[in-house]
Nanobody, 124 residues
């Protein structure tokens, strides 16, 4: 079992920055691919960014490319999402996820463990 806890969400103005963290406990983090997903009110959950267990493969949804950066520190069992140049449309609950058999980083159903989410609100 892996427990995931997100932090770092909050209220920020358009153009601002936030750094989300996802801390894992229970089992070693290094063997899992991990990702960030988000869900805005009235919308389906969508993938935002993901990183393979080896950190070799990365995924970013088109709308965040050039603005968001995903990274992980296996020694600290933590994954990060640096979000810059935030826009109102980035407002959502952000969830981190981890999976041991992820083949397609953007596919949420391939992840085994999920955090409880952290709210990101970007005011225009």
């Amino acid at each position: 079992q892996v427990q995931l806890v997100e932090s770092g969400g909050g209220l920020v103005q358009t153009g601002g920055s936030l750094r989300l963290s996802c801390a894992a406990s229970g089992r070693t983090f290094s063997g899992y691919s991990t990702g960030w997903f988000r869900q805005a009110p009235g919308k389906e959950r969508e993938p935002v960014a993901a990183i393979s267990w080896s950190s070799i493969s990365l995924y970013y949804t088109d709308s965040v490319k050039g603005r968001f950066t995903i990274s992980r520190d296996n020694a600290k069992n933590t994954m990060y999402l640096q979000m810059n140049s935030l826009k109102a449309e980035d407002t959502a609950v952000y969830y981190c996820a981890a999976g041991g058999r992820v083949r397609q980083l953007r596919v949420g159903s391939q992840y085994d463990y999920w955090g409880q989410g952290t709210q990101v609100t970007v005011s225009s």
